[in-house]
Every structure is written in C-alpha cells, then in structure tokens.
C-alpha cells in the first residue's frame, strides 16, 4: 500500500531505547516489535485516575546528550517498561514507519503499576459516587425516598443534567443502590449508605408488586411521569425484552438490595429479596414440579407475558419458551454470591426461615452452575452458545445475535466459575471446583487470542462464533470495545492468576487494567464511557452518550472498583491490607455478621483487627469471617481490616 497513514493505540514493553537516534523497540502482545520515532512534539506522560491528578514520579534519567528531547526519551521509555504510544503508522513503496506522537508509561517506578496502588480503585469509587449524587441530587448530603421520587432519572445526558425523557427505570436504580452500597463498603463514607438507604425504600415503595398472599412479589419495569400523573410500566421498554417481564431485569432489581442487605443485615430487605427470589422458583423455573404444564427441561425461562405470567404465551413472540446466558447465569453475580456472603455462614439469632431460604441460595447456585456447565460450552466453538429453546437447543437465529459470541460473556464464565470454585473448595467439594476450573481456564486461554485486542490492549465486544474470513476474529459490525466487558476480562483474570498463580493470567489483567484506566474513565465528567474503537477514542453518538442507560448505571464500574481492590491486595500486591465497612440495622434479629469480601481462595486472607463504633475489639478470631455482635452493637459501624496472609 502506497502514501497510507493511520492513527492508531499501540501497548507494549519496552526493549530497548535508543535516546540519541530518538527512538526505541516496542514489544506488543502479538509477539511483534515495532521500532518508534520521536519528534520535537511528542508528548510524555504518566497514567493519571479518575480525578486527572498528575502521578508522574518518573526519575531522572542519567546525564543524556542530544538535547531536551533525547533526555525525555531516555526518562519515560526505559528496558521493561509498559506504555501506550499514539502514533502514526506509515506505509509506502513497502517501507514501514511509526512515528509516536504521545507517550503514557503505566508506572513511574519499573513493575508498579500506578492501578495496583491500595489507594487506586476507591480513588475512583468515590469521585464516580460523588458524581452521581451530586449530578442527581446537587449539594445535598441527606437523602430521603421523596429525593429519589422527585430527582431520580435513568436517562441523563452526558454531562450528568436531564434528558427529555423521565422515565424512572427499576433496573437502573437497582444498579444504581448497588453501586451506593459497595462504595460504602468500600470507604465507609455514609453518604453513600444513606443515599443506597433511600434508593431502597423508593425501590420497594414504587416498583414492587406483592402477589395475593404477598409472599412472593415481581418489579415493574419503571415509572414515567406526565402532566396528568405518572404511569408505572410492568413490562420492559428495552428493545431486546420489549413487551415482557425480563428475568434478566428481575435479577438485577436484586443486585442493590443484596449488596445493602450484606452491610446492614436488614430484614425488610431480605425479606424482599426472598419474595422475588419465590417469584424466580414459582414463575420462571422450568420444573414439572412448580408447573405440570412446562416442559421440565429445567434452568429459568428468560421472559414472561405480562398479562398471563406464563413463559409460553403466544404473545411473547420470539421471547417465547426462551433461556439465554441472562436468565440463567446473571443470578450469580447479580445477588446469589452476595447473599450467601452475608447469610453463610448462618447468622447467629438467624430464624429457621433464613436458614431455610440460605438453603435456596445454595441450590440455585449449584443448579446455575451446572446448568453453565452442561448446556453453554460448545463442542465446534471456543465461544459458549448463549441463547436456547426451551429444551436447551442453542439458538443460533435470534434477533441480532445469532451465531455470534459476546466476549464478555465468556469473560464473566469464567471469573463467575472461578469465584465458585474457591467456594466449593471451602465446603470440600474438591471434583466439582476442579470441574469449573477447568471451564474456567478453558474459556479465558481462549479470549487471549480470540477476544482480546494484543495489539492495543483491551477486548472485543460482538465476534463472530465461526469465522469465515480466515482470520482469527470477524466483526459482525465494528471493533469496538465496551466498558462492561473489560470489567470481566479484568476480574477474570485476576482471579484465576490468584487460583492457579500462572503469571501469564496477571500479565492479561494487567493489559486489560491498563486500557480500561488509560482509556474508559472520563475524567472531565468522573463518570465511564461506555464504548470506545480499537483505539480507545469514545464513541458519544446516540444512546452511548447517555450516563444512565442500562448497564452504565451504577454497577459494573462500582463492581470493577470493589473486586479488582479486593483481588489485588489478595493476590497480587504482598503485604497489602485494606478495610470493609458495615453498619448492621438496630432492627437486625442477627446477633452477628459475616464480613468476608468475596469467595476467595480460602487461606489467602486473615482479619487483621476489627472496630465497632469506633472501639477496638481485642479479642477476634483472624480465620473467622463471621463477627459476632452485642446488641449494643446494632446501628453502628463496623470496621474490619484484613491483610493477605503471605
């Protein structure tokens, strides 16, 4: 190709660098070295967070001749070091040339990545959270139901202000608590708790919708308000669920109250989460046992009709007799692991309904899990198959996806399985661990070459199940990489680094932390962006733009921030601690509370020290993960600070 030029994002380590001839080699993922040109306005710079402060402590370099710009070039680009370049790629008459026209190192000092800094990740919680609460509700520090009845919004632009739109979506709400709740969880500020605290009573009051006998209860999709009243929406509006109640919006309507239920114990809200999680066993599980008339095929259909609350009904049209990876395995992540958490081990003063609705979890876990296992692997694909008939048929025809993978996905298999493998193994049920482990590498070996981008960094969103370019990836419709995705690429490979300690898995969640840092945070908005191009420039137009749609709202990001804390200082940064805040409710029947961070890998953390309302306690068990409380207790906070056991 003659007279081509292209921008592009180039990731890599540094391998030699020759400051006279301003230059250096680039080392890529791929395995290929690309050799850098340096000019008089190339920029150099460190790694910033959300909040853009300058972190660049990058040493001097030694004494350098050939000027200003060879010093720089022999400071910010040193054997071992890894970088992102923006640079221009030429081609003409078979001649190849990159010039680097900006320069990001990801450390100042050599091997400490600036994203695995103890400080790093609540950095970014709290001014994502600030930013929230201050985009919806101003300058107030109190929170109140009618706040959230008055304020809350889904659709807001991307600078945090209204749209025209005022619909008040459950699911992002739900997302939105979440995100309130692991930021308390995380820094202990109160303001979050309060505000999660709010969110949850205007969730409960304004969307759920108790059966006859109000035992069991389903969430209206939203509400929207007009100048004769507001209208509450039963059904989704979202273009893939259009018209039915969505499983897949009924388990995240759970994820805020499951995380606020693990920091404060209370029991109205579990009570509530065991009313959907009846409606979940009642309505959409597919068992001859709740229903004669289904098929038994077992696993959860993924829609019902709003009028008959059947999975079956012809006026689902294509949702119709429906599974899919939403309605089967985002109970996992959405609120399962969060509840056995806080309910395993059983809560001392915990009633037998509890301890009989813990048994429900753990069933629904163990059925999920070996459903993911049994029915999602493909036999002629790496990819999984994410959508099914009714009798587990993949299906290969629906809508926009047909026989194509969603990376992410595969991603969030593996780190969802790898998490349940350290749980199975604490319950010595060593076979089925080994059995989810192996789906779980399987899976995230696969993406390396299949998903991830070993160029730039990052991954992929939609790809092709079964290539037929000749190529090892195919684009249905662009390279695009979006910021949901990178959350399970990054936590899936930290995990399994801590499970198997094979360097190749950090060596991915590293490059994968990297993008998402270097390229997904806005700092200008503290916000994310939710898709980027290959190269990392967002993508605004349309829906991207708006801050609070679905999968933006609260959640991912706050899920990526808490869990890539935890698993850093657990597995990755030695002699690292870090502290999880809780407030049991002064209305808890517990008389204890289970603080363990997440299903890690038994042995590799202790409790360090525990205060209650600002007292120390001397006398605490570091192996035990269950804090047991006076009733004095309740109503104030507990801090615990653990620490990764070498």
Request: aromatic share 12%; charged share 20%.
């Amino acid at each position: 190709m003659n007279n081509f030029c292209q921008t592009l994002t180039l990731q890599g380590t540094v391998t030699s660098s020759q400051p006279e001839q301003l230059r250096c080699d680039l080392l890529l993922r791929s395995g290929d070295t690309v050799t850098l040109h340096f000019g008089a306005e190339t920029t150099f710079s460190v790694l910033t967070n959300i909040d853009g402060t300058s972190n660049d402590r990058v040493p001097d370099a030694p004494e350098q001749g050939g000027g200003e710009l060879a010093r720089k070039v022999a400071r910010y680009l040193r054997p071992k070091d890894t970088v992102f370049i923006r640079a221009i790629r030429f081609e003409h008459e078979g001649e190849e040339r990159y010039d680097a026209r900006a320069v990001t190192r990801m450390h100042s000092e050599p091997q400490r990545f600036l994203f695995e800094d103890p400080h790093w990740w609540m950095t970014q919680t709290m001014h994502m959270a600030n930013a929230w609460l201050d985009d919806l509700f101003g300058d107030s520090r109190t929170y109140s139901e009618d706040d959230f009845s008055k304020r809350y919004r889904t659709n807001l632009n991307f600078y945090g202000g209204a749209t025209d739109d005022n619909l008040q979506a459950m699911p992002t709400l739900a997302r939105l608590i979440y995100g309130l709740s692991s930021a308390y969880l995380m820094t202990g500020d109160h303001r979050y708790r309060l505000a999660a605290g709010a969110g949850i009573q205007f969730q409960r009051s304004s969307f759920r919708i108790l059966s006859p006998d109000g035992q069991s209860c389903i969430w209206a999709f939203g509400r929207r308000k007009g100048v004769n009243g507001t209208v509450t929406l039963r059904a989704s509006e979202n273009s893939d669920d259009s018209g039915a109640i969505a499983l897949y919006e009924q388990i995240y309507g759970l994820a805020g109250l499951a995380q606020y239920f693990r920091i404060t114990s209370d029991p109205e809200v579990l009570e509530d989460i065991r009313r959907t999680v009846k409606t979940f066993n009642t309505l959409f599980l597919d068992s001859k046992d709740v229903n004669a008339e289904f098929p038994g095929f077992d696993g959860y259909f993924a829609h019902l009709d709003p009028v008959t609350l059947r999975p079956d009904s012809a006026a689902l049209g294509r949702l119709r007799s429906r599974k899919n990876w939403n309605s089967v395995g985002d109970h996992i992540p959405a609120y399962l692991i969060n509840l056995i958490l806080a309910l395993d081990p059983l809560p001392q003063g915990a009633d037998p309904e509890v301890a009989s609705f813990l048994d429900t979890c753990r069933e629904m876990l163990d059925r999920t899990t070996r459903l993911i296992l049994e029915k999602f692997p493909a036999p002629d694909s790496l990819y999984v198959n994410e959508r099914f008939l009714a009798d587990w048929t993949p299906d290969h025809q629906w809508g926009w996806q047909q026989d194509r993978a969603v990376v992410g996905h595969n991603y969030k298999i593996a780190w969802n399985l790898a998490r349940i493998a350290w749980y199975q193994l604490g319950t010595g049920r060593q076979q089925e661990a080994q059995r989810a482990l192996q789906l779980a590498e399987r899976l995230a070996k696969a993406m390396v070459s299949h998903g991830a981008d070993r160029i730039r960094g990052g991954c992929f969103d939609a790809v092709e199940r079964h290539p037929t370019n000749g190529q090892p990836l195919e684009f249905p419709w662009g390279s695009v990489k979006d910021f949901w995705q990178q959350e399970q690429a990054i936590l899936a490979n930290l995990i399994l680094h801590g499970q198997t300690g094979d360097p190749e898995y950090l060596d991915q969640a590293r490059s994968m932390s990297a993008f998402w840092n270097m390229f997904f945070l806005d700092r200008d908005n503290q916000n994310v962006f939710f898709r980027v191009n290959e190269d990392g420039l967002p993508i605004l137009n349309g829906s991207y733009a708006n801050k609070g749609q679905y999968a933006v709202a609260g959640y991912h990001s706050f899920e990526l921030n808490y869990l890539a804390h935890v698993y850093t200082c657990a597995y990755v940064s030695p002699a690292s601690s870090f502290c999880l805040y809780f407030h049991p409710s002064a209305h808890s029947g517990f008389r204890s509370i289970n603080v363990l961070p997440d299903f890690v890998k038994p042995g590799s953390i202790e409790i360090s020290s525990v205060s209650i309302n600002g007292r120390h306690r001397a006398h605490f068990d570091p192996h035990r993960f269950q804090i047991p409380l006076e009733p004095a207790d309740l109503g104030s906070e507990v801090i615990v600070q653990f620490r990764r056991k070498s």
